[in-house]
């Protein structure tokens, strides 16, 4: 097996961000242009602090890719920190002098990683924890995802994010299916419907106006996933875990639903059930009459769009800070304030729909991985062809 493997590095602050992404076999066609549309989908948000007026992301391909096409290498990327050059003594790789201001930070904000990175890694300057805890470091999750996107459009699978809710205010209940993902895009609260738009952006403007922030939840949704991704056969090879993992390594989320999950418990087991029934026209034969269970059964995909809602937790940094202490002499103040976003449910949403394509990548690789796109679409149709001996299929083809 082909393993998919990408690592980040690099600051909020500091010269950039690195990615090298490993596994991706090669003639996959990825150019500069494509990275950066899907980089520009996490810049644009409704409640955005001032560093998006500063950054213009951009991943330059450094590895791994000639002339258009993957060459089976490490692809490795580069994204430069515009505002790096604001502190370019702050966070500067090599010693500096002491006259310089290294912008050191020791008033805890509640919520972030700064108490526990600070006790745990030693560092007396907060500034040490906060730099790579930032939400900055997404920008290199969009940019392995977008080597992940481009290879799985090759199989067929597209996949989608939006803001179902934005504090109290939620969007009516909407089949995926159903949903009008021109109209999410082009909506800078990734909200479905135009009342939802309108709801989303005044509950940002009233957290603006309390000075305090907002959170929200989204519904990320993969179409086109084949049957069998994952496995039921282990614990850390089921999908819906490894999905349930990768969204809540993005910053802020403190929950994680697949399907109707939570809904679910409230019902008798007879409605949440998604009931079986012959289906000659699907590819697998069978069909599904409803989707409860989000496109995974048994830790596997059944076929079905793979649903999952994603709970962010309003941002920590606020323009009216809460009480804390400072890290070193232990002295009540207030937390610091730095520029923040108010409400950052919009641009989370390519995260999301990012860490949704590299945990599917995995899987597509895992299960039908090869050297070249050519032997990984070979392996794909091989095996959406031995579908064909189930549900009477085979026996009625064998039989002329
Ligand atoms: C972030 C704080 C803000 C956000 C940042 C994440 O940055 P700054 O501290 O420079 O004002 O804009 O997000 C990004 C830079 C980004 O690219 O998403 C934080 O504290 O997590």
Redesign the pocket.
Known sequence: MTEFRWMTAGE??GPGLTVVVEGVPSGLEIDEAYIERQMAR??KGYG?????K??K?RAELRGGVRHGLTLGAPIAMWIE?R?FANWTDAMSPNPVGDGVDKKTHTRIVPG?ADFPGALKYLHHDVRNV?ER???????ARVAAASVARRMLEEFGITIHARAVSTGTERSPETDPAAVNWDEVEASEVRAADADSDRRFRAAIDAAKAARTTVGGIMQVVAFGAPVGLGSHVHWDRKLDARLAQAMMSI??VKGVEIGTGFANTTRPGREVQDVIVPDPSDPRRFRQVSNHAGGIEGGMSNGNPIVAHVAIKP???MTSPLPSVDINTGEVIEAAY????IC?VA?ACPVAEAMMALVLAYAVLEKFGGDSMAEMKRNYAGYIASHDEFGGQGGRRQGG
């Open positions: 909020s602050h996490r810049q955005s602090g001032g560093r998006m500063i950054e992301d920190n505002d972030h906060l805890a930032s939400a900055r470091e997404t920008a910053n802020a941002i920590a940094t730095n520029r923040s976003d950052q641009r």
